[in-house]
């Protein structure tokens, strides 16, 4: 199965699949990489998810809302690339945790930077003529979400900038500015994190099915704990109220190691057991379990959700 997430890698790196495993009959565990969604295979039941890029923050500016943006975005599971002139200023980014620091100019630091349907660009330099350059920049790429901090007056001449130089009213409005949600935000803590609020409200508006993080990604490509047993766990469907959505991934490796999560809790303690189980037992290879959070059973576990879910377990050959 190793060689099925090492093809999905590669693909990745290229442009969102579609991927396809098999839920019912002999077939059942097999899994596809497919141009299309698929509702059947053969009269079977299958689970079909859109599987995209892994999720980039580009931040424009290493100054000190950056730095709170920076450690937010690391928690929140972004790839984060951070772009400022000044070296002492990058190396606060460094230090703070970015993936990848570029310290250059920002519109020469910008044509390294493709941008695509999962890239998320922060604009919150130290002066609009900064922004201008940058947001000039930005615009001619693909992206998920442009935001751009700044006074209204300062926004105003940044806009009147841009359309000077024939950038469509279109693609100006597009930008979200003033960046950030209402919540009375202060300090570059808040600040930040209103940023990122608006950023996870758009991100939910456009989400996948899948949901694979870099680590995640890695192991089971067979890059790390090759020596290990695993169990990945997905959930597939979802009835009433529950923690996470449709996608959403684990990682239970035979020592007890857990990547992410599926919710937490009683429910996912349910399903780490029956991971550990199905490599103790060397089977099954794959199975479905429900997991019962409708109220009487959630009350009895002392959990709050209420729903019902449908987890996916595949053992992971190398």
């Known amino acids: 199965m190793s060689a099925f997430y090492k093809e999905l890698s590669q693909r990745l790196e290229k442009e969102s699949c579609w991927a396809v495993t098999i839920l019912t009959g002999e077939n059942a565990?097999?899994?596809?990489?497919?141009?299309?969604?698929?509702?059947?295979?053969?009269e079977e039941r299958v689970f079909c998810e859109k599987v995209g890029n892994a999720e980039k923050l580009v931040i424009c500016g290493g100054g000190h809302v950056s730095m709170p943006i920076i450690k937010i975005g690391?928690?929140?599971?972004?790839?984060?690339?951070?772009?400022?002139?000044?070296?002492?200023?990058?190396?606060?980014?460094?230090?703070?945790?970015?993936?990848?620091?570029?310290?250059e100019e920002f519109t020469h630091a910008l044509s390294s930077i493709?941008?695509?349907?999962?890239?998320?660009?922060?604009?919150?330099?130290?002066?609009?003529?900064?922004?201008?350059?940058?947001?000039?920049e930005i615009l001619k790429k693909s992206r998920a979400y442009v935001g751009m901090m700044g006074s209204r007056r300062r926004v105003a001449i940044v806009k009147e900038n841009l359309k000077e130089k024939g950038i469509q009213t279109e693609q100006i409005d597009s930008v979200y500015t003033p960046i950030g949600l209402d919540i009375g935000a202060e300090t570059p803590e808040e600040i930040a994190i209103s940023i990122l609020a608006e950023v996870i409200q758009i991100k939910r508006k456009n989400s996948r099915a899948g949901i694979y993080s870099k680590e995640l990604l890695s192991i089971l490509c067979g890059e790390k704990y090759g020596e290990q047993k695993k169990v990945l766990a997905t959930i597939i469907s979802r009835k009433g109220s529950a923690p996470r959505g449709v996608g959403t991934k684990m990682l239970v490796l035979e020592d007890g190691t857990i990547i992410d999560t599926i919710g937490g809790?009683?429910?996912?303690?349910?399903?780490?057991?029956?991971?550990?189980?199905?490599?103790?037992?060397e089977e099954p290879y794959f199975q479905i379990c429900t997991v019962d959070m409708s109220m009487e059973a959630a009350e009895e576990e002392g959990m709050v959700c209420g729903g019902r879910l449908e987890v996916m377990l595949e053992r992971v050959k190398d």
Request: proline share 2%; hydrophobic share 40%.
């Open 265 to 281: 809790g009683c429910a996912e303690s349910d399903v780490i057991a029956k991971a550990l189980l199905m490599m103790r037992r």
């Open 74 to 103: 690391k928690m929140l599971g972004f790839q984060v690339t951070v772009l400022e002139d000044r070296p002492q200023f990058a190396n606060h980014a460094r230090i703070a945790g970015a993936d990848h620091v570029i310290c």
């Open 114 to 136: 493709d941008g695509d349907a999962d890239t998320y660009f922060i604009i919150v330099t130290r002066g609009h003529r900064y922004d201008a350059l940058c947001l000039e």
């Open 29 to 42: 565990g097999k899994k596809y990489i497919s141009e299309k969604p698929i509702d059947t295979i053969e």
